[in-house]
Each structure stands twice: as C-alpha cells, then as structure tokens.
C-alpha cells in the first residue's frame, strides 16, 4: 500500500489540535436551528460574502451600494456562483474544475482576444503540470488526511504554483471552498473562513509564502493559520444564521 503523501503533516506540532478545533466550531453553524432547513440561504449569503472577501484579498475595490464594477470582484461572484455546479466535477475530475473556475474568475481580465488561449488554461510546463496531477490525485482520494489539512493544502498548493496567467488567488480561495464541501468539512458551505484570511491579510499572505517555502515549519504555520480561519468563518456563518432567526 502507497503510503499517505499528506499524514506527515498530522505530526507537525500543533496541527491535530488546530483540525480538531477547526471542525468542532463547525458544527454548531450546521446545527443551527435556522440551518436545519434554511440552510440555502445562509449557504447562498455565506457564498457573497466569501466572495467579497476574497476578491478584496486580491485588490479589488469593494462598493458601499452592492454593486460589481470591479472585474476582480465580478470574477470572484461569478466563481462562487459556478461553484455549486461543480461539486461533482471537483470529486472526478478536479482539473476540469479548476479550469472552469478560471474561465469564470478571469473572464473580464483577460482581453476577449485572449480568451481562447489563456482561460482555463495552465501556464505551459512540466512542473506546472506535474503538481496540478499530484493535487489531483490528492483529492480524489490519494490522502486520507483529515478535511482541514486537505483543504490547506488544496488551497496553498494552488497560491504556491499560481497555475493561471490570471486571477490564481480568486481560483485558490473558490478551490478551497470546494474542497471544503466535498471533503465534508463543511459539506454545505455556511462558514466563512475568507472574512479571517481578509481580516489577517498580512498573515495570510506571510503563511501563504512560509507554505510554498517547502520546510516543515512554513507548512506548520500555513496550517494553523487556515485552521483558525475556519473558526472565525464559523463564527462568521454563525452570525448570518443569527441574523437570519
């Protein structure tokens, strides 16, 4: 038996703590009385402010009325939006996901000239290609690490490699997301760990660095950071439920 890429991670100090707290803050959003059988709409509010977040973390301009000039932010609603029609691509054919993610995220920063060459399409190269099939492998069961560190690393593999031309951290963050859903971490998508990584941008992109670094202890941080942002995104998801009661 081909032993498990990612259970190394789980010995890393701190790590199995931080899993355990990030799914418990998670149950009580799934719980929720408003959630038992509204739960779309807190799904649909979490998926908008998700969506924001991310592409605020990407520079976009965020207006006060709700409307969507920037084309960072168009993407990122537009990726949010495809996201439920992907799940069970994400499950076989992760990629073909990603791709799709892509044509969705990037489509208004990409010239319409362009669109053919570059949307959905990686960047050419054998190391390109070869981690896109690693992760892919990972998720479609090639680890059996918990949901928290498969999401983590899901989610720093794809800012690390930033395998588009364009719009790599909306497609990270929306992967994330995905894989959050499908893994079972938060199988219906209440929470919203975006709203910590935006609130500890700083930290985030730190973590995000320490990750592609490689070393044990840039993984470690890169870990712990996601796993708290799952606990403030419960907390999050927690109060659109509330808002909602």
């Known amino acids: ?54 592409a605020a973390l990407d520079g976009a301009a965020l207006t006060v009325d709700g409307t969507v000039t920037d084309p960072v932010l168009a993407g990122a609603v537009r990726a949010a939006e495809e996201s439920g029609r992907l799940l069970g691509a994400w499950r076989s054919s992760p990629l073909q996901a990603l791709a799709r993610l892509h044509v969705v995220a990037a489509a208004d920063l990409v010239p319409e000239s362009r669109h053919e060459a570059e949307l959905g399409r990686p960047r050419p190269g054998e190391e390109v290609s070869t981690r896109l099939r690693l992760l892919a492998d990972l998720v479609t069961g090639g680890s059996k690490v918990p949901a928290p560190v498969l999401v983590a690393v899901v989610h720093g593999e794809l800012l690390a490699l930033a395998p588009f031309p364009t719009a790599n951290g909306v497609v990270a963050r929306a992967a994330a997301r995905l894989a959050a859903v499908a893994a079972g971490l938060d199988p219906k998508g209440l929470a919203v760990p975006e709203v910590g990584h935006l609130r500890h941008a700083a930290q985030y992109r730190s973590a995000a660095a320490a990750f592609a670094s490689g070393t044990g202890d840039g993984v470690r941080e890169w870990l712990l950071h996601c796993c708290a ?3 403030a995104g419960a907390r999050e998801g927690r109060s659109i439920a509330d808002a909602r009661a």
């Not at 799934?30 to 509204?38: E, I, K, L, Q, T």
Request: charge should be neutral.
């Open 1 to 54: 038996m081909t032993a498990d890429p990612l259970a190394p991670l789980l010995e890393l100090p701190g790590v199995p703590e931080a899993v355990a707290r990030a799914r418990d803050a998670l149950v009580p959003v799934h719980n929720h009385p408003v959630n038992r059988r509204g739960w779309p709409a807190s799904a649909a509010e979490a998926s908008l402010r998700a969506a924001r977040a991310s």
């Open 229 to 231: 942002q799952w606990e």
